[in-house]
């Protein structure tokens, strides 16, 4: 009975692999190359603020005060876009994960052995994109699991 829970994660993973839609990564890699451009937006932003002299114009303060609020916002909100995408990828991963445990669960001729060898690698796959998501907002990683004795 100890194994039915390995067996069931590593379903997880194995169908969680094959479900990332192709759609998400494109949005991502879009998002991706959108905050690079954010990014040299605000660099621009900075610099034009740190060239400001004695001799600027309040206006010209403003203006290179409100092109910086403006780039750090657009910025803002494409990394929160990101994370949802990542977070929203994660998610289709587990929902197929989810689905490959149910039909390893559903074919009773098979040994837990067998069904855990056959999700180990799907598992490894969500394990592996949790690991990411939590890289992305430096979470500390949870000690492992101690093995299940026989």
Do not use: H, W, Y
Not at 63 to 92: C, D, G, H, M, W
Request: aromatic residues 2%; hydrophobic residues 45%; proline residues 4%.
């Amino acid at each position: 009975m100890r194994r039915l829970p390995l067996a069931a994660v590593l379903c997880l993973g194995l169908a969680a692999s094959g479900c990332q839609r192709t759609d998400l990564g494109q949005q991502t890699k879009k998002t991706e190359a959108r905050i690079c451009t954010e990014l040299a937006t605000v660099n621009l932003a900075l610099e034009q603020v740190a060239a400001l002299t004695p001799t600027s114009t309040v206006g010209e303060a403003r203006a290179a005060q409100q092109k910086l609020e403006q780039s750090i916002a657009a910025l803002q909100a494409s990394e929160n876009q990101l994370q949802t995408l990542r977070v929203e990828a994660f998610r289709k991963l587990l929902q197929g994960f989810r689905g490959e445990v149910a039909k390893a669960s559903a074919n009773k001729d098979q040994t837990l052995e067998q069904a855990a060898n056959e999700l180990k690698p799907k598992a490894m796959a969500v394990i592996a994109a949790r690991r990411a998501l939590s890289a992305a907002v430096q979470c500390e990683e949870p000690a492992a699991a101690a093995p299940a004795k026989p």
